[in-house]
C-alpha cells in the first residue's frame, strides 16, 4: 500500500463469480484478503461457517473468457491493492472452492447458497473442458441442467475425470525427457502431466503429493551470450517449478516445470499438504478459520498443531545450482495410459484409472 502510494479509504470492488456474475463489495483500501472475502460472502448471504471452505483468486482474463489463475490471494495481501497495482483490466478476482477432497461438497451443499457457487463453478469447468465428459455424460448432464436438479448435477460430475482439479496453461517439462509441452492439472493430491512427446505422443501420469519429498519455486534471467541483438532489459522472468519425487523405492528424482504460473502451482500443493495434515489431525475446513470479536484472525487448535514440512531442505548442501539439475536427470520413460490412435488430446474414454508410477506403497515412504 506504501509503494503504490494508495491511501486507505472505501472502495467498491468487483468481485467474479464462475457464472461471470459480478459481486460489487465496498471495503477499505487497507482491508486484507479474509475481510474482502467476508464481505463477498456476507452480500452473498454465504454464512460463516462455509467461507472457509472459499477463497480468492487472482485470475488474468484469457481472449476466450476462460481465466488463467496467477494465484490464490494469500492472508498478508490487501486484495484491492493486489489488482490494482497491476494497472490492467485482464486481471481480475474470483472466488472459487479452496478444497481438494470432493467429500467436503457434502457440507457445502447443504446451503443454497453454497450449492449454487458449487454448481455454477462445476458448469464453468465443464464448459472451458476442465473436466472431461463423453457424450453419453454430457446428455445426462444435460437433463439434469433441465430439471434445475443441482445437488445431483454436482454429483454425476463428481464421478468426471478432473473433476476438482485446477487445471493450468500449456507449459514445459524436462519429464520424461527435456523441453516436452505439457498440460499439468492439480488435484486429488496428486499433480497431473498430459505430456506430448517430441514423437507427438500424448502420456499421461501422475504425481502423488506424498511422494514429493521437497519442491521449490525458482526465478531466473537468461543471460544474453554475445551479441545476441536482444538486450538483457527485454528478457523475461523464467519462473520454475521443481520437486523431488520418489520414483521408485530408493530412486528420488528432480522434476522441474517451467512455467509462469509456478507460484500457483506451489500454492496448490501447498494447500493440498495443509488439508492432509489437517484430516490426519481430526481438524476440519469448517473450523480453519475463527474471527475473534477484535476484528483478529485467529487459527483453530486443529489448524494450529498442523505444521507443514519444511520444503527448502535439501538433502545435499552441495547440490549443483539449479540450471545445472535438470541436465544431470535421467529421463524416465512415462508409462503410456491412453492407447488413443489420434495424436489430438486424448478424449475422456481414453483414460485409465491407473497410475504412472507403482510398486510402492505409503508404508514404504
Given at each position: 500500500q506504501e509503494?503504490?502510494?494508495?491511501?486507505?479509504?472505501?472502495?467498491?470492488?468487483?468481485?467474479?463469480?464462475?457464472?461471470?456474475?459480478?459481486?460489487?463489495?465496498?471495503?477499505?483500501?487497507?482491508?486484507?484478503t479474509e475481510d474482502v472475502l467476508e464481505a463477498v460472502a456476507s452480500k452473498l448471504d454465504l454464512p460463516d461457517d462455509l467461507v472457509g471452505y472459499f477463497s480468492l483468486f487472482l485470475v488474468r482474463e484469457t481472449k476466450d473468457g476462460a481465466f488463467s489463475f496467477v494465484r490464490k490471494l494469500q492472508e498478508f495481501e490487501l486484495p484491492y491493492v493486489s489488482v490494482t497495482s497491476l494497472h490492467n483490466p485482464e486481471f481480475r478476482i474470483i472466488l472459487r472452492k479452496s478444497y481438494w477432497d470432493s467429500s467436503y461438497d457434502d457440507d457445502v451443499m447443504e446451503h443454497r447458497v453454497g450449492l449454487n457457487l458449487l454448481y455454477a463453478q462445476t458448469v464453468s469447468d465443464i464448459e472451458h473442458g476442465w473436466i472431461l465428459v463423453n457424450k453419453e455424460q454430457h446428455r445426462q448432464l444435460k437433463s439434469l441442467q433441465e430439471k434445475v436438479s443441482k445437488k445431483e448435477f454436482i454429483r454425476l460430475a463428481q464421478t468426471l475425470k478432473y473433476y476438482g482439479y485446477l487445471k493450468f496453461d500449456p507449459c514445459i517439462t524436462d519429464f520424461p525427457e527435456k523441453g516436452c509441452h505439457v498440460i499439468v492439472s492439480a488435484g486429488n493430491n496428486e499433480l497431473n502431466f498430459q505430456v506430448r512427446l517430441p514423437s507427438e505422443q500424448i502420456k499421461e501420469g501422475s504425481f502423488k503429493v506424498t511422494r514429493m519429498r521437497c519442491w521449490r519455486v525458482t526465478s531466473s534471467v537468461p543471460m544474453s551470450n554475445g551479441p545476441s541483438g536482444s538486450s538483457p532489459g527485454k528478457s523475461e522472468v523464467k519462473l520454475e517449478l521443481a520437486f523431488?519425487?520418489?520414483?521408485?523405492?530408493?530412486?528420488?528424482?528432480?522434476?522441474?516445470?517451467?512455467?509462469?504460473?509456478?507460484?500457483?502451482?506451489?500454492?496448490?500443493?501447498?494447500?493440498?499438504?495443509?488439508?492432509?495434515?489437517?484430516?490426519?489431525?481430526?481438524?476440519?475446513?469448517?473450523?480453519?478459520?475463527?474471527?475473534?470479536?477484535?476484528?483478529?484472525?485467529?487459527?483453530?487448535?486443529?489448524?494450529?498443531?498442523?505444521?507443514?514440512?519444511?520444503?527448502?531442505?535439501?538433502?545435499?548442501?552441495?547440490?549443483?545450482?539449479?540450471?545445472?539439475?535438470?541436465?544431470?536427470?535421467?529421463?524416465?520413460?512415462?508409462?503410456?495410459?491412453?492407447?488413443?490412435?489420434s495424436a489430438n488430446d486424448v478424449g475422456a474414454n481414453d483414460f485409465h484409472g491407473n497410475y504412472a508410477f507403482e510398486g510402492i506403497g505409503d508404508e514404504d515412504l
Amino acid at each position: 500500500q506504501e509503494t503504490q502510494q494508495i491511501p486507505t479509504e472505501e472502495v467498491v470492488l468487483e468481485v467474479l463469480l464462475s457464472n461471470g456474475q459480478k459481486v460489487k463489495v465496498t471495503i477499505l483500501t487497507s482491508d486484507q484478503t479474509e475481510d474482502v472475502l467476508e464481505a463477498v460472502a456476507s452480500k452473498l448471504d454465504l454464512p460463516d461457517d462455509l467461507v472457509g471452505y472459499f477463497s480468492l483468486f487472482l485470475v488474468r482474463e484469457t481472449k476466450d473468457g476462460a481465466f488463467s489463475f496467477v494465484r490464490k490471494l494469500q492472508e498478508f495481501e490487501l486484495p484491492y491493492v493486489s489488482v490494482t497495482s497491476l494497472h490492467n483490466p485482464e486481471f481480475r478476482i474470483i472466488l472459487r472452492k479452496s478444497y481438494w477432497d470432493s467429500s467436503y461438497d457434502d457440507d457445502v451443499m447443504e446451503h443454497r447458497v453454497g450449492l449454487n457457487l458449487l454448481y455454477a463453478q462445476t458448469v464453468s469447468d465443464i464448459e472451458h473442458g476442465w473436466i472431461l465428459v463423453n457424450k453419453e455424460q454430457h446428455r445426462q448432464l444435460k437433463s439434469l441442467q433441465e430439471k434445475v436438479s443441482k445437488k445431483e448435477f454436482i454429483r454425476l460430475a463428481q464421478t468426471l475425470k478432473y473433476y476438482g482439479y485446477l487445471k493450468f496453461d500449456p507449459c514445459i517439462t524436462d519429464f520424461p525427457e527435456k523441453g516436452c509441452h505439457v498440460i499439468v492439472s492439480a488435484g486429488n493430491n496428486e499433480l497431473n502431466f498430459q505430456v506430448r512427446l517430441p514423437s507427438e505422443q500424448i502420456k499421461e501420469g501422475s504425481f502423488k503429493v506424498t511422494r514429493m519429498r521437497c519442491w521449490r519455486v525458482t526465478s531466473s534471467v537468461p543471460m544474453s551470450n554475445g551479441p545476441s541483438g536482444s538486450s538483457p532489459g527485454k528478457s523475461e522472468v523464467k519462473l520454475e517449478l521443481a520437486f523431488e519425487y520418489l520414483m521408485s523405492k530408493d530412486r528420488l528424482q528432480w522434476v522441474t516445470i517451467t512455467s509462469p504460473q509456478a507460484i500457483m502451482l506451489s500454492i496448490c500443493l501447498q494447500s493440498m499438504v495443509d488439508e492432509l495434515m489437517v484430516k490426519k489431525s481430526g481438524g476440519s475446513i469448517r473450523k480453519m478459520f475463527r474471527r475473534r470479536a477484535n476484528g483478529a484472525l485467529r487459527r483453530s487448535d486443529s489448524q494450529q498443531a498442523v505444521k507443514s514440512p519444511p520444503l527448502l531442505d535439501s538433502p545435499d548442501a552441495s547440490r549443483e545450482p539449479m540450471a545445472k539439475l535438470s541436465s544431470k536427470l535421467t529421463s524416465v520413460s512415462l508409462r503410456g495410459i491412453s492407447h488413443s490412435s489420434s495424436a489430438n488430446d486424448v478424449g475422456a474414454n481414453d483414460f485409465h484409472g491407473n497410475y504412472a508410477f507403482e510398486g510402492i506403497g505409503d508404508e514404504d515412504l
